[in-house]
């Protein structure tokens, strides 16, 4: 049944909110009324946070609804869209106003810096589980997909790799930091950077384009075997921050291979361009399937599936 | 962190849902791509189900997913729209197969008839919670809203009211009804008819829609607040299936009125026009603000605010 407290919710979340002048009807119908922009595609996603599964127990409202919302962001940015519109589902357990204004702030901090309104959803009482679906636009034929690497094309990232694998190890004390580094890879880990302007200015440069949620050598993985090519990488242009710089060698690598959580692009470019972005070349596209993954001395990891089980 | 082995859930799904000739890239890459029909507008809304709170502990998978679209679908028939596509977060404690396909079966059946296509969304692990967000189309300036209800308008509903909540309290064991009449009622708490094709009749000739999600009194007050009026129900005229007549006439009425996840239409329709579909007419909205509620005897019940709690 639905719980009438919960529904002060909207009008909460409402009040706060910018509306875009493409929003007809926001909060508080049956259903929002929104008019795309004519000859513009649609573009569509949804991710779901869970408490600790996707963020650990005890992470800031704020933290937890930029996140939430980031990584949605970051699936239009993989696809070079503009994003317009979010609706949010809030699961929580209980009303609690103080958490909710800063749960609130989170969201309207990005939604604000990416010009996204909030036009519904639904919030209700059970396990804290954030679900946000944004819509945005792209013109037609020119999105950003993971199916087109061609042998011979650079492989790029944005950013750096594997900081928020060390944020989430250091807050669960696996590993011990100076404090600027770990506030520096707390904040990697809780506010990730959807690269929204890199990915449109990757529009007609890129041949195919993913981010980076489940780890590089997952997320790479994905366009190989989409666009049916293989790929070399060289760890040592892996781009590390200087948190991941200050830590082992080895554990710093496989944090940025297979920790995931980064939000960066990984993105490939036809060797007759350039990507014209901040972005570092980690490695190529070949013809012969799998990855392969080529160390200082020159050495070859087999890492035929993902993710770091694979990888060690 | 995200889990591999749920990646393979998308996969489940893609394989089984048809896709709309608007839908450009379907489940697979970063964000769905869909082409809005040029010159409609957008409608969308976003529900969530949470196990032991919107639906009991034990109901079957393929009802949960049939009722998650269900109520989705039932806000885009309030507000007359067509829908198109939709997106889904499942959120469940573990990878079981059987009920994947069950639950996968439950969304297909809905959807198929509904003609939506699912185009993405999320899987992820936690406390069983199902997020649908459904988007459709409506010609613009017709969609159907709550704002608009004008004194003298004659108040109906669709079908028959109170079902799901007997439904709840047959299931939970607080009534007993014979073997026929409870698979009704549960039937009707676990696959809510959403009337569709009811809404988009009712364009042009309604003055205000709502579904009924939360209780009569609750939702026809939404239109009450939201259109500045009052109104008078007529507490003799409530629809009640054979079941709700077969249940001592005081509870019948009040799940009627409060007991809510009926997902019919409340409407009102000006004077001078005829709803030309089936419902049934139960009060008139007036200019006195308040909800007056008349039974046989023309006892008036102050229902001022919503709900069973303000009604008994």
Not at 91 to 112: H, M, N, Y
């Amino acid at each position: 049944m639905p719980i009438a407290e919960f529904n002060l919710i909207n009008r909460f979340f409402k009040q706060k909110f910018p509306i875009r002048k493409d929003v007809v009807l926001g909060i508080g119908d049956d259903a929002a009324l929104c008019t795309a922009p004519a000859g513009m595609q649609l573009v569509m996603a949804m991710d779901t946070l869970v408490e600790a599964v996707h963020f650990p127990i005890n992470t800031k409202p704020e933290d937890i609804a930029y996140k939430a919302l980031a990584v949605n962001l970051s699936d239009l940015a993989a696809m070079g869209a503009t994003p317009a519109w979010m609706t949010l589902a809030l699961t929580c357990p209980k009303v609690d106003e103080v958490w909710l204004r800063r749960f609130s702030q989170g969201l309207l901090e990005l939604a604000t810096a990416a010009e996204i309104s909030l036009i519904g959803g639904d919030t209700t009482r059970g396990s804290l589980t954030v679900t946000i679906q944004v819509t945005g636009f792209v013109e037609p034929e020119l999105a950003l997909q993971r199916n087109a690497a061609q042998p011979g094309d650079a492989i790029y990232v944005t950013g750096t790799l594997g900081d928020a694998g060390l944020g989430l190890a250091a807050i669960e004390k696996r590993i011990t930091l100076y404090s600027e580094m770990q506030n520096y890879v707390e904040s990697r880990l809780n506010r990730p950077t959807p690269r929204l302007k890199e990915g449109k200015q990757l529009i007609g440069i890129a041949n195919a384009c993913i981010d980076i949620s489940d780890g590089l050598l997952a997320d790479l993985n994905h366009i190989l075997t989409a666009s049916k090519v293989g790929a070399t990488l060289n760890l040592e242009n892996l781009p590390l921050s200087k948190a991941l710089q200050s830590i082992d060698r080895k554990t710093a690598v496989e944090l940025a291979l297979a920790a995931g959580d980064d939000y960066e692009l990984c993105f490939t470019v036809p060797a007759n361009k350039k990507p014209l972005i901040a972005a570092t070349r980690i490695g190529t596209i070949e013809q012969q399937l799998g990855l392969r993954c080529l160390d200082k001395q020159g050495k070859i990891f087999a890492s035929e599936k993902y993710g770091y089980e694979h990888f060690s």
